[in-house]
């Protein structure tokens, strides 16, 4: 095990992921503060796959990438959604999986943001951007679309309706 993992966790049933044992308690404090484990010891999967793959938890005394692609398997993340949400949280953005289909929000002080994670290549009307943009703004977020690359290379953009033709 690496010596940069801070805690080990246990898959428990088919969908939980449960802290089995602390080795930093401030890491530890800091993750239920931030509300990224309950205090149950229950983490969200997304942020659980960020964290093996940054080598900072183990899972059944395994870490790393390799076991993180296992885990985003496993629990049917798409690869691409957990990219976008794995360069947010490097970047220090506190992210939570969206309401709608492949999103994720960011609460960044006073502004809400949405993502709207796609992959390119993949085909999606302007109409429908158009109305998730909406159902952004109207839901009070800022719309923005975050498409991956087949190299994993992530750009955002901004996707505000300015005007109706």
């Known amino acids: 095990m690496s010596i940069n993992v801070k805690a080990r966790f246990k898959i428990m049933g088919s969908d939980r992921i ?3 044992k602390c080795f930093d308690q401030e890491f530890c404090v800091n993750m239920l503060k931030s509300g990224f484990i309950d205090l149950k010891g229950n983490i969200d999967p997304l942020e659980a796959i960020h964290l093996l793959a940054l080598g900072r938890i183990s899972i059944d005394d395994r870490t790393g990438w390799e076991e993180a692609l296992r885990l985003i398997d496993r629990f049917n993340v798409g690869l691409s959604l957990f990219l976008v949400y794995h360069d947010l949280r490097k970047r220090g953005r506190r992210v939570k999986l969206g309401l709608r289909p492949n999103t994720l929000v960011l609460n960044m002080g006073s502004r809400r943001v949405e993502v709207l994670v796609l992959e390119e290549g993949k085909l999606m009307t302007l109409s429908d951007l158009a109305e998730w943009s909406k159902s952004c703004i109207a839901s009070g977020y800022e ?13 955002y953009y901004e996707a505000r309706v300015t005007s109706e033709i």
């Open 18 to 20: 449960v802290l089995e």
């Open 143 to 155: 719309p923005v679309v975050a498409i991956v690359d087949r190299y994993g290379v992530i750009t």
